[in-house]
Structures are given as structure tokens and as C-alpha cells.
């Protein structure tokens, strides 16, 4: 079984709860190119014009006074207008913002529209939607004269190809628009997502997610966004969501439902092409109290075509929480799968689980794959979409949601293990050697002991019986010398005088008595004469030693 583990420390502090989200939607505000003509004339169309050449579609650029000064529409605004002017994108943006004008035409014109409404395409809607506020609402207000722009911030946001400004006014009255869209390129690469529907919590609260613009099937909701790629999350309290407007942010569901009963929620997510993942954010409530809680397990199955989930999934499991109940952002690690749907299973730890936001980290993967072939539906369980051994998988538990903590800590003890693999095998290393070494046969670097204590006069040893000094008694091999002959004595000692001298002789002279040394030589100093004690007395007479 394949297993990583990997655990994080969970903090105190709330703001490490915040949201992770691909797409910082702080920063997705620049205009998309109706002023700057990045939008080209021919990817801006209309549904009519008053006169093509003068006020038509390519003259409806926001701060723009070519010819007319703005697009005109044939006929007039009216509650149920059918004119609109259309902008083509090409590919998913992320649209914050819209800014409308009148026709100011130089000081000529008097024509703009009080109110206006949206509608937008997205491929795998395949059809035009109606944009609809967190209210419910449908028109957006629009300008007061000809010259002062107003820009409007859609909450929520819209993810579309194209979009369509479509004139509104109470009565009937002529109108005339420039416009301009604030966003930026849909880099989540997010689809859609299919999910149930939330559920109803007593008789006021109700965690639906009303923003979604897919297809609502009973109690399925399929092919669509809505909050929970919105850019935004919920209050810490769920409760403040419903005494404040446009705070709506949890989506909910709980495991008591007839036909739930207790079984993981499953999310499902389309991505427009084959992608591989690093991580994905779980943003979640806990407030253990109202019976919320963190889900107690997650896992993420990966499927090229969507038909199949094969493979191992990967496991996430969770530890109780019940004693800070600020909301927090889980972080999955996905290590590198590939696939172009991911569905996730969470599992409940309470009654209730709470979820504002769920984002990917991903990149578009290029080469050749091939789709997974459908199970017969006798062989799938009606419960599970993915044909997995619960066996094999990769398991990450965690205390809370903040990745980076717990992969610092990953990454020091993954270190100290190094070195101390290092480390031992070093000693090994050593020890080896010092077997090696004391094993091995080499000659003595000892010098001969016999060659110590032999003496030239002593010749060579011979060998004694014993083993035990074999060593000693054995000669180094050294080239045969000749034999060395004494020194001559009359080297080292004076031959004596020829002539003994004439003064006195040795053997005769010193021996007779009463002899008297004769002097010596002047060189020589007189001998000093010691004032010696008498050593004892005899019969009056004092003897002197020598």
C-alpha cells in the first residue's frame, strides 16, 4: 500500500485561516479592450443600428467620440427590449466589473440608457444566461446624463466568452450606449462543477447556492459555476450571512436527509482541458457548537474522460477540532495527478458540513491520453463513481489547513533524516575499513628486533626452538659483508718514550729510602700544602694521614 504522511500544527491564529484562491480577484480589475481597442471592431456586434455607419456596434466605446460617439439601436428601450450590443471575448474571462455612457456626440447628443441588463455565454453552457445579482436582481442602474460614466461591480462575478448589454428603460425612449468590461482570463481552467444542492437548516436558514447558473436537476446541480469558485468567503458566523445583504457565502449540507443518509457529499469538477494538480483548498466551516465541523475525510479521484475514476485516490483525513471554531482553509496536496475531472468525497465529522470556496492549483499538461472506458452499471456501485480498493491510497492526516507549516516541518525532519543516514553510513563506512585493514595480510612495518640488539661482534642469531621467537631470532637478509679486523692497538695509545728519562728511574729510585723527589718543572705550580687534622695521637707524636 502507497503511503505519504504528512502532518501540520494546527496555529491559533484566525488570520492563518484565510482563503488560498487561484485567482486573486483584488487584482482581476483591468479593462478588457473596448477603450484601448484591444477588442477588435469586428468581435463587437449588435443585435441592430440606427445608421451602421454613424452609431453602429464598433462605435460603442466607452470614452470614444468617433462619428455618432456611441452604438444606437433601431428601435427603442422599452420593459421588454429585445436590442443589445455584444462582445466577443473568445475564450472564459472572469468579468468583475461593466462601465456604461451615453451618446454625448460633441455636445449633440442626448441619448443613454437609465438601466441596463447583462447576459452571457459560456461554451459549456452551451446556451445565453440571464446575470442575476446575490439579490436576485436583474437590472443593473445605469447612467444620468450623456457624459458621466458609471461603473458597476457584479457581484458575483461572471465567467463567460461573451457577454451582451441589453438597454432598459420603464417607457419608451430612444437610447444609446458605450460600454467597457473589467476582468481577466480564467486561468482556474474550471468548467464546471456538479454537486447536490444545498439543504435547509431550521426553518430560515437556508445554505443554497444561489449564484450557481448551471442546470438545477431536483436536487442536483450540473454544468454550472456559482459560490464556490466566486473569489469569495463566508462570514466566521454563518448565522451574520442572513442578517446582512450580500453576505450569503456557505453552501451546507447535512447527513440526516432520507437520501443521504450519512454518505460523503461528492463534488465534481470539469476543467477545460487535461491538467496536472498540486493542491486544492477546502475552505470550511467548524463551528463545532451549531453542529459544524471540519469534514472528518476527503478524498480526490482523478478521470481523463469522466466516465471512470481509476486509479488510487488520494485520502485526507482530519482530526476533531473542538475547541476554536474560526473557519479555515484545508490545503490538499494532489501530487502531481493528472486528469481533466476531479471529484471530490468528504465525509462527515458532524451534522453538518459548511463550504465557501474550493480552488485548484493546476497547469494545462500536453500528449496523448486516452479516455477511460464506462463499467457496465452492474459492476458500479450506486454509491461510489470510482472503481477503487479502499487499500490503496495515498493517506495525508493533518490537524488543520495551513500546508505550510506542516511542510516546513516536512522538510526539517526529512533533513535531520538525512543526516543521520549520512552519518551512519559513514561509521559503517569506517568500521568496514578497520576490518579490511586488520584482516588483510601485509609485511611489517615493525623493524627487525634482532637487527636492534645485535651487536657486530655478536654475529648473526641463530634460530630457537621456539616458535614464539621466531621473530626476534631471525636476521634481516642483508648482503654478505667481509669480516672486520680489529683496530691496531698503537692506533689508540702513544708509543712510549725511546729513553727513559736520566733523572730518575721508576723501578730503582722511588723505592730506596730516604729519596727525595726532584722539583718539578717551573711550568708546573708548587702543590698546595692542606692543613690536615691529625687523624691521631701516640705517645706524644702526631701522625698526619697522607
Same mark, same amino acid.
Request: hydrophobic share 30%; net charge neutral; aromatic share 12%.
Given at each position: 500500500?502507497?503511503?505519504?504522511?504528512?502532518?501540520?500544527?494546527?496555529?491559533?491564529?484566525?488570520?492563518?485561516?484565510?482563503?488560498?484562491?487561484?485567482?486573486?480577484?483584488?487584482?482581476?480589475?483591468?479593462?478588457?479592450?473596448?477603450?484601448?481597442?484591444?477588442?477588435?471592431?469586428?468581435?463587437?456586434?449588435?443585435?441592430?443600428?440606427?445608421?451602421?455607419?454613424?452609431?453602429?456596434?464598433?462605435?460603442?466605446?466607452?470614452?470614444?467620440?468617433?462619428?455618432?460617439?456611441?452604438?444606437?439601436?433601431?428601435?427603442?428601450?422599452?420593459?421588454?427590449?429585445?436590442?443589445?450590443?455584444?462582445?466577443?471575448?473568445?475564450?472564459?474571462?472572469?468579468?468583475?466589473?461593466?462601465?456604461?455612457?451615453? $451618446?454625448? =456626440?460633441?455636445?449633440?447628443?442626448?441619448?443613454?440608457?437609465?438601466?441596463?441588463?447583462?447576459?452571457?455565454?459560456?461554451?459549456?453552457?452551451?446556451?445565453?444566461?440571464?446575470?442575476?445579482?446575490?439579490?436576485?436582481?436583474?437590472?443593473?442602474?445605469?447612467?444620468?446624463?450623456?457624459?458621466?460614466?458609471?461603473?458597476?461591480?457584479?457581484?458575483?462575478?461572471?465567467?463567460?466568452? !461573451?457577454?451582451?448589454?441589453?438597454?432598459?428603460?420603464?417607457?419608451?425612449?430612444?437610447?444609446?450606449?458605450?460600454?467597457?468590461?473589467?476582468?481577466?482570463?480564467?486561468?482556474?481552467?474550471?468548467?464546471?462543477?456538479?454537486?447536490?444542492?444545498?439543504?435547509?437548516?431550521? =426553518?430560515?436558514?437556508?445554505?443554497?447556492?444561489?449564484?450557481?447558473?448551471?442546470?438545477?436537476?431536483?436536487?442536483?446541480?450540473?454544468?454550472?459555476?456559482?459560490?464556490?469558485?466566486?473569489?469569495?468567503?463566508?462570514?466566521?458566523?454563518?448565522?451574520?450571512?442572513?442578517?446582512?445583504?450580500?453576505?450569503?457565502?456557505?453552501?451546507?449540507?447535512?447527513?440526516?436527509?432520507?437520501?443521504?443518509?450519512?454518505?460523503?457529499?461528492?463534488?465534481?469538477?470539469?476543467?477545460?482541458?487535461?491538467?496536472?494538480?498540486?493542491?486544492?483548498?477546502?475552505?470550511?466551516?467548524?463551528?463545532?457548537?451549531?453542529?459544524?465541523?471540519?469534514?472528518?475525510?476527503?478524498?480526490? @479521484?482523478?478521470?481523463?474522460?469522466?466516465?471512470?475514476?481509476?486509479?488510487?485516490?488520494?485520502?485526507?483525513?482530519?482530526?476533531?477540532?473542538?475547541?476554536?471554531?474560526?473557519?479555515?482553509?484545508?490545503?490538499?496536496?494532489?501530487?502531481?495527478?493528472?486528469?481533466?475531472?476531479? !471529484?471530490?468525497?468528504?465525509? *462527515?465529522?458532524?451534522?453538518?458540513?459548511?463550504?465557501?470556496?474550493?480552488?485548484?492549483?493546476?497547469?494545462?499538461?500536453?500528449?496523448?491520453?486516452?479516455?477511460?472506458?464506462?463499467?457496465?452499471?452492474?459492476?458500479?456501485?450506486?454509491?461510489?463513481?470510482?472503481?477503487?480498493?479502499?487499500?490503496?491510497?495515498?493517506?495525508?492526516?493533518?490537524?488543520?489547513?495551513?500546508?505550510?507549516?506542516?511542510?516546513?516541518?516536512?522538510?526539517?525532519?526529512? *533533513?535531520?533524516?538525512?543526516?543521520?543516514?549520512?552519518?551512519?553510513?559513514?561509521?559503517?563506512?569506517?568500521?568496514?575499513?578497520?576490518? $579490511?585493514?586488520?584482516?588483510?595480510?601485509?609485511?611489517?612495518?615493525?623493524?627487525?628486533?634482532?637487527?636492534?640488539?645485535?651487536?657486530?661482534?655478536?654475529?648473526?642469531?641463530?634460530?630457537?626452538?621456539?616458535?614464539?621467537?621466531?621473530?626476534?631470532?631471525?636476521?634481516?637478509?642483508?648482503?654478505?659483508?667481509?669480516?672486520?679486523?680489529?683496530?691496531?692497538?698503537?692506533? @689508540?695509545?702513544? !708509543?712510549?718514550?725511546?729513553?727513559?728519562?736520566?733523572?730518575?728511574?721508576?723501578?730503582?729510585?722511588?723505592?730506596?729510602?730516604? @729519596?727525595?723527589?726532584?722539583?718539578?718543572?717551573?711550568?708546573?705550580?708548587?702543590?698546595?700544602?692542606?692543613?690536615?687534622?691529625?687523624?691521631?695521637?701516640?705517645?706524644?707524636?702526631?701522625?698526619?694521614?697522607?
Amino acid at each position: 500500500m502507497n503511503k505519504a504522511v504528512a502532518t501540520t500544527v494546527f496555529c491559533i491564529i484566525p488570520l492563518l485561516f484565510c482563503a488560498s484562491h487561484a485567482v486573486d480577484t483584488s487584482q482581476c480589475i483591468a479593462p478588457l479592450g473596448m477603450e484601448n481597442g484591444l477588442i477588435k471592431d469586428e468581435d463587437i456586434t449588435a443585435s441592430s443600428s440606427f445608421d451602421h455607419g454613424n452609431v453602429g456596434p464598433h462605435h460603442g466605446r466607452i470614452r470614444s467620440e468617433i462619428n455618432g460617439g456611441a452604438w444606437c439601436p433601431h428601435t427603442q428601450a422599452t420593459p421588454d427590449s429585445k436590442e443589445w450590443i455584444e462582445i466577443d471575448l473568445h475564450s472564459v474571462h472572469m468579468i468583475m466589473a461593466t462601465e456604461t455612457q451615453g $451618446r454625448f =456626440g460633441n455636445g449633440q447628443g442626448v441619448e443613454y440608457a437609465e438601466a441596463y441588463m447583462l447576459e452571457y455565454f459560456r461554451p459549456r453552457l452551451n446556451k445565453w444566461i440571464r446575470y442575476r445579482t446575490k439579490t436576485n436582481g436583474e437590472l443593473l442602474k445605469g447612467n444620468i446624463n450623456t457624459y458621466i460614466e458609471h461603473k458597476t461591480i457584479l457581484d458575483p462575478p461572471i465567467w463567460a466568452s !461573451k457577454i451582451r448589454f441589453i438597454p432598459y428603460s420603464s417607457h419608451k425612449r430612444t437610447v444609446c450606449m458605450r460600454v467597457e468590461v473589467y476582468g481577466c482570463k480564467w486561468s482556474d481552467g474550471i468548467v464546471s462543477y456538479s454537486m447536490p444542492q444545498g439543504d435547509k437548516k431550521g =426553518g430560515s436558514w437556508e445554505f443554497y447556492d444561489f449564484t450557481y447558473d448551471g442546470h438545477w436537476d431536483g436536487e442536483r446541480l450540473k454544468y454550472g459555476l456559482g459560490q464556490l469558485t466566486d473569489g469569495e468567503v463566508g462570514p466566521d458566523d454563518f448565522k451574520m450571512s442572513f442578517h446582512e445583504d450580500n453576505t450569503q457565502g456557505w453552501i451546507g449540507w447535512r447527513n440526516d436527509t432520507p437520501n443521504r443518509n450519512n454518505k460523503p457529499i461528492e463534488i465534481t469538477f470539469e476543467f477545460d482541458t487535461i491538467r496536472e494538480f498540486t493542491a486544492v483548498h477546502i475552505y470550511t466551516n467548524n463551528q463545532f457548537t451549531k453542529d459544524v465541523q471540519v469534514f472528518k475525510e476527503a478524498k480526490v @479521484f482523478f478521470s481523463i474522460g469522466g466516465k471512470r475514476y481509476k486509479g488510487e485516490p488520494i485520502t485526507y483525513e482530519t482530526f476533531e477540532d473542538c475547541i476554536i471554531e474560526t473557519p479555515r482553509n484545508v490545503s490538499i496536496k494532489l501530487h502531481h495527478r493528472v486528469g481533466r475531472f476531479v !471529484k471530490l468525497q468528504l465525509h *462527515f465529522a458532524a451534522r453538518w458540513i459548511l463550504l465557501s470556496e474550493i480552488s485548484f492549483e493546476s497547469s494545462p499538461v500536453s500528449g496523448n491520453f486516452t479516455e477511460e472506458e464506462e463499467l457496465p452499471e452492474s459492476n458500479t456501485p450506486s454509491d461510489q463513481s470510482a472503481n477503487v480498493l479502499s487499500d490503496n491510497k495515498n493517506v495525508i492526516s493533518a490537524v488543520n489547513s495551513s500546508g505550510s507549516i506542516g511542510q516546513y516541518l516536512g522538510m526539517v525532519v526529512g *533533513f535531520f533524516t538525512v543526516v543521520v543516514l549520512l552519518m551512519v553510513a559513514i561509521v559503517a563506512y569506517v568500521l568496514i575499513q578497520q576490518r $579490511r585493514y586488520k584482516s588483510s595480510p601485509r609485511p611489517s612495518q615493525i623493524p627487525d628486533k634482532a637487527a636492534l640488539y645485535r651487536t657486530p661482534s655478536l654475529g648473526h642469531l641463530t634460530t630457537t626452538s621456539s616458535s614464539d621467537y621466531a621473530d626476534y631470532a631471525v636476521p634481516l637478509q642483508r648482503p654478505q659483508q667481509p669480516p672486520r679486523t680489529p683496530p691496531d692497538p698503537q692506533l @689508540f695509545f702513544p !708509543k712510549p718514550p725511546s729513553n727513559p728519562p736520566t733523572e730518575y728511574y721508576a723501578a730503582t729510585d722511588v723505592c730506596k729510602p730516604h @729519596f727525595t723527589p726532584p722539583p718539578p718543572p717551573l711550568s708546573t705550580p708548587p702543590p698546595v700544602r692542606l692543613q690536615r687534622q691529625p687523624r691521631y695521637v701516640s705517645a706524644g707524636k702526631a701522625y698526619v694521614g697522607p
